[in-house]
């Protein structure tokens, strides 16, 4: 049977720009345009490029926020108007439903953005928890850019120079060729940069008129792979999952410390117990030299023992080598260590590395 995909408001502009469409959770995404994966890795960390993220999931809840609350692992009372917080979604083992961010840009309750495979899941869940207490109204009708790189804040300064007064993880409502928009400044490269919701009849509008900036390339779903990678940031499904932790997936700092005190959320039990007697296996950066180690590839001992998994693997253009996330044991985590990585059955060396491989130019004043 042929999977009926959807489309962005921006799917024609994709194939006016020669993009190449894949599916992608559900929808018809460019993977990369004629500059090719690598042109656009590079011209994102050097200068700005342009994602397509509207297929992720937004929406705003209004009401109770202790209901919201008990979902999540912030403090939304911590997220003064303007700010934003990285969050997690778990479940009652501990494992993560999803990552997503919440922010207040306005006045009016809490803006959500998660991912797009998961949106559905996560809305349905969220709307029969807070059933009576809140409303959370999903907006599919706006559609997500991001523009990130180095010289984001230049274009960004002559088109919404109000935008640049921003920090890393603040918000607001501005406006954008004429057009009310929601503005965070975050992004999923590790370049600063700006996450952009737009309303859809003005999204290709103002696509088109951020493409038209010297320094905006359009950038594709490959491109944005390597770039999460390399700045050691997690992609759902492959790097955390309903079956890993916070704590396994070295995601702590993502558990509000009176959330932590006050084991108010999902899983918080299990939680506590893998931090006062470590987890078996944590998240790790891998480094290696040859062909990169992709997903599933085994993590060995030098005595040939199973001690991990790689979850997330490819060639890191600004590293300049292949990279790779996965779990490994306890013992094996510290950064230097070497393992081997089994391609093929045969053992190829890694070493254990601190993330992120590329430093982080998040812009926070």
Known sequence: MTETLHKTPLHALHVELGGKMVPFAGYDMPVQYPLGIMGEHKHCREQAGLFDVSHMGQARYVGDEGALEALLTCDLSEI???????????????????????????????????????????????????????????????????????????????????????????????TLDGTEVLISRSGY??????????????????????????????????????????????????????????????????????????????????????????????RVGLTLTGAPAREGAEIADKSGNIIGIVTSGGFGPTVNGPV???????????????????????PRVATITKLPFVPANFYRG
């Open 80 to 174: 003064g108007a303007g700010e934003q917080k990285y969050t997690l979604l778990p479940n009652e083992r501990g494992g993560i439903r999803d990552d997503l961010m919440v922010s207040r840009p306005d006045g009016e309750g809490v803006y959500l953005v998660v991912n797009a495979a998961t949106k559905d899941a996560d809305f349905a869940h969220i709307e029969a928890a807070t059933a009576g207490k809140g409303t959370l109204t999903r907006i599919p009708e706006r559609a997500l850019l991001a523009l990130q790189g180095p010289a984001a804040k230049d274009v960004m300064a002559r088109l919404c120079p109000d935008a640049c007064k921003m920090v890393f993880m603040q918000c607001g409502e501005f």
């Open 189 to 282: 490269t590790g370049e600063d940069g700006f996450e952009i919701s737009i309303p859809e009849a003005d999204a290709e509008r103002i696509a088109r008129l951020l493409l038209a900036q010297n320094e905006v390339e359009a950038i594709g779903l490959g491109a944005r792979d390597s770039l999460r990678l390399e700045a050691g940031l997690c992609l759902y499904g492959h790097d955390m999952d309903e079956n890993r932790t916070a704590v396994e997936a070295s995601l702590i700092w993502a558990l509000a410390k009176s959330r932590r005190e006050r084991a108010d959320f999902p899983g918080a039990d299990v939680i506590a117990k893998q931090i006062e007697e470590k987890t078996c296996q944590k």
């Open 324 to 346: 790779a996330m996965g779990y490994v044991n306890r013992d094996f985590m510290a950064p230097g260590t070497e393992v081997d990585i089994l391609v093929r059955g045969k």
